[in-house]
């Protein structure tokens, strides 16, 4: 914990927290209330709830995790930093494979936390993240600087697969989710010929042309916890 004198208070730093389980959101609350210089401002349950969220509060760090339902964490990610810049998004993830971290890197996230770690490192994260310092969890830094870690092209993943617009990411969760376009049409403000219009060039750019082919594609990029939340295929 932080250092500090009874007759300087403690710069305590505002903290967001997205997670789709509430009996996780209550856990972490409960541990990082606990220091002296951390405390939870709000709790988000989905991406939209959590760009709106953030971009209310204002918090110093946004503690995101990446598969969740609406809006994943990744694009829910790229919104707020768009909308809110000063605002640190830290990454709080079971998943640890490079396509997730360097993805979450590329749209501007200050660190790439793993869930199993430990609370110490956790605070340390977000007292990283809060002045801009790049914290990831050990294993990930340590495979990061490896022999074989190759930095990825801007903008694109190691993976090669190309980076979705906001609208195009919405779109894929959406079918994914077993949701008519009709119904994402409302859910968006969009008339029912753009949805359409977007699966298309979502099937082009990817090169996947069926729903069972973009469902394999969403789930395995961390975009959709899993499929068949809703209506099956």
């Given at each position: 914990?932080?250092?500090?004198?009874?007759?300087?208070?403690?710069?305590?730093?505002?903290?967001?927290?997205?997670?789709?389980?509430?009996?996780?959101?209550?856990?972490?609350?409960?541990?990082?209330?606990?220091?002296?210089?951390?405390?939870?401002?709000?709790?988000?349950?989905?991406?939209?709830?959590?760009?709106?969220?953030?971009?209310?509060?204002?918090?110093?760090?946004?503690?995101?995790?990446?598969?969740?339902?609406?809006?994943?964490?990744?694009?829910?990610?790229?919104?707020?930093?768009?909308?809110?810049?000063?605002?640190?998004?830290?990454?709080?993830?079971?998943?640890?494979?490079?396509?997730?971290?360097?993805?979450?890197?590329?749209?501007?996230?200050?660190g790439y936390v793993l869930k199993?770690?430990?609370?110490?490192?956790?605070?340390?994260?977000?007292?990283?993240?809060?002045?801009?310092?790049?914290?990831?969890?050990?294993?990930?830094?340590?495979?990061?600087?490896?022999?074989?870690?190759?930095?990825?092209?801007?903008?694109?993943?190691?993976?090669?697969?190309?980076?979705?617009?906001?609208?195009?990411a919405e779109v894929l969760q959406?079918?994914?989710?077993?949701?008519?376009?009709?119904?994402?049409?409302?859910?968006?403000?969009i008339s029912v010929k753009t949805?359409?219009?977007?699966?298309?060039?979502?099937?082009?750019?990817?090169?996947?042309?069926?729903?069972?082919?973009?469902?394999?594609?969403?789930?395995?990029?961390?975009?959709?916890?899993?499929?068949?939340?809703?209506?099956?295929?």
């Amino acid at each position: 914990m932080a250092p500090h004198t009874l007759d300087q208070p403690v710069p305590r730093t505002t903290v967001l927290l997205v997670e789709d389980h509430e009996v996780v959101r209550q856990g972490l609350r409960a541990l990082l209330d606990a220091e002296d210089d951390m405390v939870v401002v709000g709790e988000a349950e989905d991406g939209y709830r959590a760009v709106d969220m953030a971009l209310t509060l204002r918090p110093d760090v946004v503690l995101m995790d990446i598969a969740m339902p609406r809006l994943n964490g990744l694009d829910a990610t790229r919104q707020i930093l768009a909308a809110a810049p000063g605002t640190r998004v830290l990454i709080l993830s079971a998943h640890s494979d490079d396509d997730y971290v360097e993805r979450a890197l590329e749209l501007g996230a200050v660190g790439y936390v793993l869930k199993q770690s430990s609370l110490a490192d956790l605070a340390q994260a977000i007292r990283a993240s809060r002045i801009g310092e790049m914290y990831m969890s050990p294993s990930i830094a340590q495979r990061m600087r490896g022999p074989d870690a190759t930095p990825s092209g801007r903008g694109v993943p190691a993976s090669g697969m190309p980076l979705l617009t906001a609208r195009e990411a919405e779109v894929l969760q959406r079918i994914v989710e077993g949701r008519a376009n009709k119904e994402t049409a409302r859910e968006l403000g969009i008339s029912v010929k753009t949805v359409d219009n977007h699966r298309q060039r979502l099937m082009a750019k990817l090169d996947i042309h069926d729903v069972a082919g973009l469902t394999h594609y969403a789930i395995s990029r961390g975009i959709v916890l899993c499929a068949g939340r809703r209506a099956s295929f």
